[in-house]
T-cell receptor, first 114, second 115 residues
Framework: KAGVTQTPRYLIKTRGQQVTLSCSPI?????VSWYQQTPGQGLQFLFEYFSETQRNKGNFPGRFSGRQFSNSRSEMNVSTLELGDSALYLC?????????????FGSGTRLTVV | DAKTTQPTSMDCAEGRAANLPCNHSTISGNEYVYWYRQIHSQGPQYIIH???NNETNEMASLIITEDRKSSTLILPHATLRDTAVYYCIVRGPSAGGTSYGKLTFGQGTILTVHP
């Protein structure tokens, strides 16, 4: 099975711009979660999508948004970028049909805001 | 989800067993203990999980105390490639609402395996 694929791997943006990150889950996995990782805050949950619906959301401002497509691929968007948005963005896919399922993470997108 | 406490860092000699402790004294009866690890600049990797019985897979063993208030992850023969941050996470079964898709990561234990 192919793993979770995140693109792009690295990204440099300027303050005020917006960015879109992509995540392709493992085939058959319908749940996709997004996380932000920074040295100061560690790994923090952004949101989760299942069957094109956002089911859960972390404590992030409205500038952070996402969506999921019918093939389970997901995108997250950050508008009006701030320096503090520089982070490793990770997505994880899972199969909620499995009892006590684990999550498979992608390698992440390293976003640098300058 | 219950809070966990892990040592900040640990060392281990290559080839020896690495025993990583985790305290989760407020764990609820239906909450599982999960272990993930993160090698530098990669995404976290699932290792193992358990409820009350000891578990073993090809990567590690998980020992959960009888009162379930603590657990130990054991890497039986640590290698240099096991150097990573190890996260102990307590989570309920796949439930709804604020549990969907969410793993609550603490600071984890930095395990350094040296030659």
């Amino acid at each position: 099975k192919a793993g979770v694929t995140q693109t792009p791997r690295y990204l440099i943006k300027t303050r005020g711009q917006q960015v879109t990150l992509s995540c392709s889950p493992i085939s058959g996995h319908r749940s996709v979660s997004w996380y932000q990782q920074t040295p100061g805050q560690g790994l923090q949950f952004l949101f989760e999508y299942f069957s094109e619906t956002q089911r859960n959301k972390g404590n992030f401002p409205g500038r952070f948004s996402g969506r999921q497509f019918s093939n389970s691929r997901s995108e997250m968007n950050v508008s009006t970028l701030e320096l503090g948005d520089s982070a490793l963005y990770l997505c994880a896919s899972s199969d909620p049909g499995q009892l006590n399922y684990g999550y498979t993470f992608g390698s992440g997108t390293r976003l640098t805001v300058v | 989800d219950a809070k966990t406490t892990q040592p900040t860092s640990m060392d281990c000699a290559e080839g020896r067993a690495a025993n990583l402790p985790c305290n989760h004294s407020t764990i609820s009866g239906n909450e599982y203990v999960y272990w993930y690890r993160q090698i530098h600049s990669q995404g976290p990797q699932y290792i193992i999980h358990g409820l009350k019985n000891n578990e073993t897979n090809e990567m590690a063993s998980l020992i959960i105390t009888e009162d379930r208030k603590s657990s130990t992850l054991i890497l039986p023969h640590a290698t240099l490639r096991d150097t990573a941050v190890y996260y102990c996470i307590v989570r309920g079964p796949s439930a709804g609402g604020t549990s969907y898709g969410k793993l609550t990561f603490g600071q984890g234990t930095i395990l350094t395996v040296h030659p």
